[in-house]
């Protein structure tokens, strides 16, 4: 069997598009159009239904999947066998947008100067969203932060751990020790008072929502939001505290814009690099891999470290 038709017929059927396909491949609409009809005469079934405005999977095509990304990773790693094993490629990535802020652009950056062969292409997207699009093969590795290892079929490699802190704005009455406000504060005590959080669907965000809502208190406000960024200023001047891993903050909090603030434990988040069990990791996936393994930083405490 010609494994281009496999090939095609997988990114059909994970990008729901003939058009998107054929961008993706390179290839005119027409030739990903006739590669999936031959595979369906060669198999006697359709593979693809053709919807308007969307293609979905057969039945027929959801037990040809497995099998073929099977067999196109052998494939893979037949021609790798008998070829140069150079790290030399793109690699697709996407991690959380706490970690595409405040971790891999450093991470990219001694990639670029250590191994400039390798392309990096990097996409902001949740946990769930990272390990779906590793599942279609939209991407080759996904981070994930959450308070525990997700529960998943895909490989896992974890890189460690992320403490959560507890930020405020500086006190006022706190200009001998700037990086702390008076506490510690309880659940209860937070509750009394609006709290800034990531967007749902973020495992720590939500957690912390669970935590405050367990209190049976609502004087104060929640608000999601889309961006770190935007609760960190919204923390700095003053309308509420919020819950964010530590490496997101350290800046502000050396600089006394933020503070940390003593409340309730808080789990750690949990940080792993999925990929796909049954696809084949090229040479320049697991220089990637190494590298986000190496350079995960390991601090000695829970606290950013800040002046007194």
Request: charged fraction near 20%; proline fraction near 8%; glycine fraction near 10%.
């Amino acid at each position: 069997m010609d494994t281009r038709l496999l090939r095609t017929f997988l990114t059909v059927a994970r990008t729901g598009s003939f058009t998107a396909a054929a961008d993706e491949l390179n290839f005119t609409q027409s030739t990903v159009t006739a590669h999936v009809q031959r595979l369906e005469r060669l198999l006697g079934s359709p593979v693809l239904d053709r919807l308007p405005g969307r293609v979905t999977v057969t039945a027929v095509g959801a037990e040809v999947i497995g099998p073929a990304e099977d067999l196109l990773a052998a494939q893979e790693r037949i021609q790798a066998a008998g070829g140069e094993r150079s790290a030399a490629g793109t690699v697709r990535l996407m991690a959380p947008e706490t970690l595409c802020t405040y971790w891999l652009p450093d991470v990219i950056g001694a990639l670029r100067r250590t191994a400039p062969e390798v392309q990096i292409w990097v996409s902001a997207g949740g946990s769930h969203d990272g390990l779906e699009a590793v599942g279609s093969g939209a991407v080759d590795l996904a981070v994930t932060l959450e308070p525990r290892a997700p529960v998943t079929d895909l490989a896992l490699t974890r890189l460690g751990s992320q403490p959560l802190v507890f930020v405020d704005r500086p006190h006022p009455d706190a200009a001998s020790a700037p990086s702390l406000v008076p506490g510690p504060a309880t659940w209860p005590d937070l509750a009394d008072r609006d709290a800034l959080l990531l967007e749902e669907g973020c495992g720590y965000g939500d957690l912390v929502a669970d935590r405050l809502a367990a209190t049976g208190r609502r004087r104060g406000r929640r608000a999601r939001f889309g961006s770190v960024e935007t609760i960190k200023r919204c923390v700095g001047v003053g309308l509420g505290w919020t819950a964010l891993p530590r490496l997101s903050v350290e800046a502000e909090v050396g600089t006394g814009e933020l503070a940390v603030l003593a409340g309730p434990d808080l789990p750690d988040c949990e940080v792993h690099v999925a990929s796909h069990p049954r696809r084949y990791r090229s040479p320049a996936t697991l220089l990637v891999l190494s590298e986000l393994e190496r350079s995960w930083p390991r601090p000695p405490d829970r606290t950013p470290a800040v002046g007194h």
